[in-house]
Each structure stands twice: as C-alpha cells, then as structure tokens.
C-alpha cells in the first residue's frame, strides 16, 4: 500500500504586510524623533528672527513678533524640535545667516567657526552671544538709521555712537533714509568688512575694516544758495539739518540717498542730488533752479542760482 503525502498546507494565509505597520525604519525613527530645544538670542540688538527648518520649510518657532511670523526676540524659547539643519535668520529674505544642526540623540551641534558668538553645543540649548561692534556716526551731517530689512532694537531711532550685539552677516545697512544701495559686514571674527573702494584711505566714506568698530564719514559738501533768491537752504528737512538763513551750509553726507533742498522752511524744492558709493554728485533740477558744481579749497561745492522765467 502506497500512501501519498500531500503538500504542506499553512494553518492560515495572512495578507498582512511583511513587517508590521509601525515598524519604521531605524532612519524613519531618527528622522520623526523631537526633542525639546530652547533658543536664547536676546544678547543681540535684534528685536525679532526666523529659525527655518523641518518639518515646513518656514519658522517654527512662536510668531509673536508685529513683523509677519518673525519671533519677538524677548525671551528665550522652548520648542519641540526634529533632527536636521535650521537656519537662523535675522534679515528678511536672507539666506546668509548662520545654521545649527540638532543630532539624533537631541544635542544642538555647529560649525566651529560659529563657536566664537555661539553656545550651547553638545546640549540642548542654543545661546546667539554675536559680537559687540560700535557704529559712530557723529561726522555725518543729518540722522543716521538702520535700513534695509533687518529689525534692530532702536529701528526707529538715530544713531550717534553706539555699540550693538550682531551675528556674522553681509548686508548690514544703515542710511539717512531707505534708500541705501551699499551694506557693511560682519565677519565669523566680529570683525567689520565693507568694499574697499569705500575705505577712507581709498577716498572713500568709511573707515574700520579688520576692528570692531564702524565709523561713518560720508562725503564732504558745500552747499551755495545765497543766489536762490529765498530765505535760505537746507538739505532734506527729515536729515535733522537745520535751515541755514545764510544761503550756505556745509555737510558730511551718506552716499546712496536722494537728498531734496529746500529754500523755504519745510518746503521741497524741485532741486535734488545724489553721491554715488564712490563719492560722485548727480544733480536733478528743474526750471527756476539751476545747479552747477566745482570746488571751493578742495571741497565739492554746489551752488544754486534761480533763473528768471520769461514771460
């Protein structure tokens, strides 16, 4: 009698995927762990940043700034945190600030050069120290103001002489007026760098590259109007320069700006000017008023004559 063994039957078929659903990868894991990280930035001069990371794309942390989603730099945060690059970001539409990485075991991790206005690595809360760098600009003539996109704790207010707290950056810009077209950096050494056409040496308006200090020169003007045929002159009455009754005032100016003269009290004339980073006037005027240029002991000198309209 032979006997005929039949093919091993399983007790049941299972339709079930082959690893269980929740068994994600060892890198899936990592990748979806969060980890309370607290960020302190308000050493600096700044009155709001971004921190740019996963899982958005866009700012993580409370938008509790007036700035649309930038964070009050008030306080000190804690937020739950991914694993990955962020970007720390203090200029609108900026992509030079500094990043810092939080690793898998929930440590904060940085490139060395940042070590020297940074802190915290290895654990997990980032302090943003920057540098202390003093800006002077008591040689300008006028008001001078942060410009641009950044948010400094004294936006709206001019400044003299004064020390800020700034992170390495390129495109720091402070003007007359939000017109401004060249910047000043700050290097991973604190350290002020700017184009060196615009160094003093150079003929130029700054003067500072390699210290910790930005002193402001701007480009010397006079400024002749005593054949305008009204009360006086003055330049732009929002620089802060006061009306000279005489027809004549003398400068120290930004380049960049569009400065407007008036030869009445508060009133703007038609008659505008310009240097350019490199410390050439451009003019603009219309009819009754008439610019010319030349130089007066070695310093640029614009006068201004009002031309009798024919009738």
Same mark, same amino acid.
């Given at each position: ?58 700012n993580i942390f409370p938008p509790n700034s007036s700035a649309l989603g930038w964070t009050a730099n008030s306080q000190a945060y804690t937020v ?36 020297? +206005? #940074?802190? !915290?690595? @290895? =654990?997990?809360? /980032?302090?943003? %120290? $920057? &540098?202390?760098?003093q800006l002077d600009a008591r040689y300008i003539t006028g008001q001078v103001f942060w410009s641009g996109n950044l948010a400094i704790d004294n ?49 130029? +308006? #700054?003067? !500072?590259? @390699? =210290?910790?200090? /930005?002193?402001? %020169? $701007? &480009? ?77 002991? @070695?310093?640029?000198? /614009? ?9």
């Amino acid at each position: 009698m032979s006997t005929t063994l039949e093919p091993h039957r399983p007790l049941f078929v299972s339709n079930c995927r082959k690893d269980p659903p929740f068994a994600a990868s060892l890198t899936e894991r990592i990748a979806m762990a969060t980890f309370p990280i607290t960020v302190d930035a308000t050493a600096l001069s700044n009155t709001a940043y971004l921190i740019i990371g996963p899982p958005t794309g866009f700012n993580i942390f409370p938008p509790n700034s007036s700035a649309l989603g930038w964070t009050a730099n008030s306080q000190a945060y804690t937020v739950s945190m991914e694993t990955g690059d962020y970007l720390f970001q203090i200029e609108s539409g900026g992509v030079n600030s500094f990043h810092f990485q939080i690793s898998a075991t929930g440590t904060i991790t940085y490139a060395a050069e940042y070590a020297a +206005f #940074l802190s !915290g690595e @290895g =654990t997990s809360e /980032l302090r943003v %120290l $920057g &540098y202390k760098v003093q800006l002077d600009a008591r040689y300008i003539t006028g008001q001078v103001f942060w410009s641009g996109n950044l948010a400094i704790d004294n936006n709206n207010l001019p400044i003299p002489l004064e020390t800020f707290n700034l992170i390495p950056l390129d495109t720091y810009k402070v003007s007359a007026s939000d017109e401004n077209d060249w910047a000043f950096g700050v290097d991973n050494t604190g350290k002020v760098f700017y184009d060196q056409s615009f160094d003093y040496a150079q003929g130029g +308006f #700054l003067q !500072g590259a @390699g =210290t910790t200090k /930005l002193t402001l %020169l $701007g &480009y010397p003007l006079l400024i002749d109007a005593r054949n305008a045929g009204e009360a006086g002159v003055r330049i732009s009455s929002d620089t802060g320069v006061p009306f000279a009754t005489s027809g004549v005032t003398y400068a120290n100016l930004l380049p960049g700006c569009i400065y407007v003269l008036e030869f009445e009290d508060g009133v703007l004339s038609s008659a505008t000017f310009r240097f350019s980073d490199v410390g050439v006037l451009t003019l603009t005027h219309q009819l009754p008023w008439v610019l010319s240029l030349d130089k007066f002991h @070695g310093v640029p000198r /614009l006068t201004v004559n009002r031309v009798t309209l024919a009738h």
